[in-house]
């Protein structure tokens, strides 16, 4: 079976500050896939990025980065001078290679308040 | 450009009715998933659908029934609504092999609200 946990319920920080959202995962499978979703208020699910486990390149997207660290099973999506817009819940997930398909096991999520 | 479609947005059921979530996508996926979202647990999966006329079930499929007659559609079904069934619903599309590079398409939602 698939875990994963995002320690953080809730972060609040001040505008252009950096934050670092944690993902932790557990599975006993060698080939998975990672993602994070972003959810704003309005609702909606909206696809950040994947990286599969053969994959531990980080990569930065703008404002955004990830560090994804097999030794220590994490997945790390850092916010750099983060923005009003930012606030949303973010979503880390999993899924397998076995399943085919995207079977995702999500974490609990965090919500983050960007604060002007 | 519609992707996957959800309907209704919004719903309030009495305690024992039943209600029909329809789910639609025009990206011809293989794989249809139906999501629950419920706070501080992130989302979990109901049952999901790896091609017309399949259906099998997620991590949370009691109380819920689903069918996929056509590809592009998947509804999920709640029998005898129940409080404990207050949730958002999302479903979700993607294709069969993950490698080729794709992830899950979400909807917008539909939230449950039974009373």
Known sequence: AQKVTQAQTEISVVEKEDVTLDCVYETRDTTYYLFWYKQPPSGELVFLIRRNSFDEQNEISGRYSWNFQKSTSSFNFTITASQVVDSAVYFCALTVAETSGSRLTFGEGTQLTVNP | ?115
């Open chain 2, 1 to 115: 450009n519609a992707g996957v479609t959800q309907t209704p947005k919004f719903r309030v059921l009495k305690t024992g009715q039943s209600m029909t979530l329809l789910c639609a996508q025009d990206m011809n996926h293989e794989y249809m998933y139906w999501y629950r979202q419920d706070p501080g647990m992130g989302l979990r999966l109901i049952h999901y659908s790896v091609g017309e006329g399949t259906t099998a079930k997620g991590e949370v499929p009691d109380g819920y029934n689903v069918s996929r007659l056509k590809k592009q559609n998947f509804l999920l079904g709640l029998e005898s609504a129940a409080p404990s069934q207050t949730s958002v619903y999302f479903c979700a599309s993607s294709f069969w092999l993950i490698r080729a590079g794709t992830e899950a398409f979400f909807g917008q939602g539909t939230r449950l609200t039974v009373v």
